[in-house]
């Protein structure tokens, strides 16, 4: 009897960010098994990322996403549940957007599109993104570049793509598949309650907090990190 293959990894990565955000991820899994980064660029609506990134992925997968990149893979869960084998929740949200960040979002919009994106990224992001500032200093730079890189009209997309997001809780309670839901203990941005609530949506998932850390896991705990997805991966 032939050898299964091991399941193709399709990776989300979060907002204004590329790749790089699972560098030691990808390093790690792509030696034995496709591993995919999905580009979640060229759309303004989570639902718009999600059918794109069905259009490229194959036909049956593991599907991981980090902050945005969580929302959009509860997106392509709803679209396609039939081809998600198992799911990886980092550091996200299932809610829709609350008003007051929502309406947040417009000063921070405009002020990228008048050549500001760098500003913006420093002054309402980045103070957010890890645990001790000090010790991911090169975590921040890295995230800066990839920000730049990918510019004001993709951080003007994403963001009309939160404002707009669906509320995912019902996808959440209707999955049964193997998932992780994982997120630093100090994440500022989406808080430990919010991965309690997936929890409970999905009785059958894994819970795992990591202590002294922010909102990157991948990158401030990436050892730590990769051992819990390649157990996830493995689950039976």
């Known amino acids: 009897m032939p050898e299964r293959r091991p399941l193709p990894l399709v990776l989300i990565p979060g907002m204004m960010c590329d790749a790089r955000l699972f560098g030691p991820q990808i390093a790690a899994f792509s030696a ?115 920000a730049l890189a990918l510019g004001p009209a993709v951080f003007e ?10 509320d995912q809780t019902g996808t959440l309670r209707a999955a049964k598949l193997p998932t992780l839901i994982l997120c630093g203990e100090n994440d500022a941005l989406c808080p430990v309650d919010r991965h309690r609530l997936m929890h409970d949506l999905m009785p059958g998932s894994r819970l795992e907090i990591l202590p002294a850390t922010g909102h990157l896991p991948t990158l401030e705990r990436p050892e730590t990190t990769t051992k819990i997805l390649r157990e996830w991966l493995d689950t039976q």
């Not at 303004?44 to 599907?63: I, K, N, Q, W």
């Not at 997309?157 to 669906?166: M, V």
Request: proline letters at 6%; aromatic letters at 2%.
């Open 157 to 166: 997309r994403q963001s009309r793509a939160l404002q707009t997001r669906p």
């Open 32 to 146: 034995e098994r496709a591993t995919h980064v999905a580009a979640i660029l060229a759309k303004d609506t989570v639902e718009a990322m999600a059918a794109d990134l069905l259009v490229g992925a194959p036909a049956r997968f593991a599907l991981a996403g980090l902050s945005m990149g969580g929302i959009v893979a509860m997106e392509v869960l709803r679209q396609a549940p039939e081809r998600v084998e198992r799911i990886a929740l980092l550091d996200t949200n299932p809610l829709a957007e609350a008003a007051n960040v929502r309406d947040g979002r417009e000063p921070q919009i405009e002020k990228a599109r008048q050549g500001g994106l760098e500003a913006v990224m420093r002054e309402a992001m980045l103070p957010r993104y890890v645990a001790d500032p000090v010790a991911g200093a090169g975590i921040l730079d890295l995230c800066l570049q990839m």
